[in-house]
Structures are given as C-alpha cells and as structure tokens.
C-alpha cells in the first residue's frame, strides 16, 4: 500500500503520529524548504496528504486542545480545499472537533491583535506554518488532502519572545534559545508558563487524536491500493503502446528493480 505523508512542524509532533505506512516531512518553521522535502517525498508515491499538529487560535472562544479539521487552506488569495468527505468523517470521529477554514501563515501570528486581524480579514479559525504549503502540493499531484490541527495558543494571548524562538530548522526544541531569551527579558516568565501550560493541553489532545488519525490514514491507503489494482487490471486487458506498467511505477519501484507485473508490459514488451 502507499503510504501516507504526513507534514508537521515539529520534531514532538511527528513522534505523536509515526506509524505504519506513514511517511513524515517536518517543517520546522521553513516554508520554502519544506515545500522542496514534500516534492522530494511525494517521488516515491503516496496515496494522501495531511497536515498534523499544533495551530494557533485565531477565533475567538477556541480554547488549547480544541481539534479543528480545515475545510479549507487560505493563503494569500488562495483557497486550497481539503478532501470534504475525509474532512467530515474526521471530524464526525472527534468528540467536539470543528470544521472551518484553516490560514496558512509563512511565519508566527503572535499577538492578540494579529490573530483577530487575521481572523476578521479571513474567517480562519486558526493558523500554521505548513497547512498551506502541503495543501498547494497535494493540489498540484491531484491527492486527497486533510489537515488536523489542535489549538495551543488562544486567540486572546499573545506569545511571548521566548516561544518564538523555540523551533530550531530540524523541528527540535531549542532550548538553549529559550533560556537565553529568558535571561534576556525575564519579565515574560509568567506569559512562557501560561503558554507551556497551553501547549501540553494541545499535545493531551494530539496524542489523543492519534489513534483516529491512524485508522483514516490506513483507510486512505488501502482505498490507494485498490485504485492502483484496478489501473493495472484495466492497462492489461486494455493495453496501449509506449505506455509504462502502472506497477513498475508505484512506490515499490527502485531503478534497477525487476518489473512488478510479472515481466509483461502493457505495451507488449518486457517491463522493468
């Protein structure tokens, strides 16, 4: 079956999720090189984008662990649409999950007053840092997109300094930065703990919603796998010169591997 690919921002988030024929590209908060990872992943086939992780609230009364299925991705002046019978299905598997628009933001909305501008000018009900650019690629590869996300900090607070440069490009936490920052302006001390409280009530919900996520992302593959059955079973019975085996291009394929359809091309010659 093919996998699964599964965009995050980070490293804790990607921990939450592996599985089983799920393959993973972390943003770490680089848009433009996590949009080149995503191409460089999407070479070897997968059957569905998702987007996974912690947003930050730019509706109001969103709380931290409130689980909201994007209907749509807005960027810009674009609308990238999600899957909406895998969007509504997720959300009728979460226990008081939303479903509405998704902001896809190339860096952090921070502020109070940021978040309700966002909000005002877009309808978004919470933004991130990688919806947006998995949403554009799986638009381009024609592949069902879906993305989850768990607000962690509230449209009503702003984030401190310290939080902003926590992510380090391999989607770790630095927490060498954070101390730094702290030590710089101690005075954002109780608003780092408010968000620290925030955030583990988010990743509560994450390791919750795991389970879920798992099943629709084994589902998706297997509905994958029976659509590649039944292209290869079509391209056999009704072959078509010059035209490749479906089955020596699915994820299986390595250059250098044997044909996958047992020798026979679609074309008549010998495939591999």
């Known amino acids: ?32 090189r996590l949009a080149q990872a995503i191409e460089v992943a999407l070479l070897g086939g997968v059957s569905s984008i998702m987007s996974f992780g912690l947003a930050g609230g730019v509706a109001p009364g969103l709380r931290p662990g409130t689980v909201v299925i994007a209907s749509c991705v807005l960027a810009g002046s674009e609308k990238l649409e999600a899957d909406g019978t895998w969007s509504r299905d997720l959300a009728g ?4 999950a939303v479903i509405a628009a998704i902001a896809g933001v190339d860096r952090p909305v ?26 554009r690629a799986a638009n381009r590869h024609k592949l069902p997109f879906a993305s989850v996300r768990v607000v962690a900090d509230p449209s009503d607070c702003d984030l401190p300094r310290a939080a902003l440069v926590a992510m380090k490009p391999d989607g770790k936490i ?10 710089h302006n101690p005075g954002q001390l109780p608003a780092l703990i408010r968000t620290s409280i925030h955030a583990a009530a988010a990743f509560d919900s994450l390791r919750s919603a795991r389970h879920i996520v798992g099943t629709f992302l084994a589902d998706q593959s297997r509905r994958g796998k029976l659509e590649d059955f ?43």
């Open 1 to 32: 079956m093919k996998p699964s690919l599964l965009v995050v921002g980070l490293r804790a988030e990607a921990r939450i999720v592996a599985g089983p024929n799920v393959r993973m590209v972390i943003g770490g908060g680089d848009s433009l």
């Open 93 to 96: 598997a979460f226990s008081g």
């Open 110 to 135: 921070h502020t109070a007053v940021a978040k309700r501008d966002l909000h005002i000018t877009t309808g978004a009900a919470t933004a991130d840092m990688e919806s947006h650019i998995a949403a």
């Open 174 to 183: 630095d927490a060498t930065a954070v101390l730094r920052s702290v030590l």
């Open 230 to 272: 039944a292209t290869v079973a079509t391209s056999r019975i009704f072959p078509r010169s010059n035209e490749m085996c479906h089955a020596c291009i699915s994820e299986f394929a390595v250059v250098g591997d044997p044909c996958r359809c047992l020798g026979v091309a679609p074309d008549g010659g010998v495939g591999g």
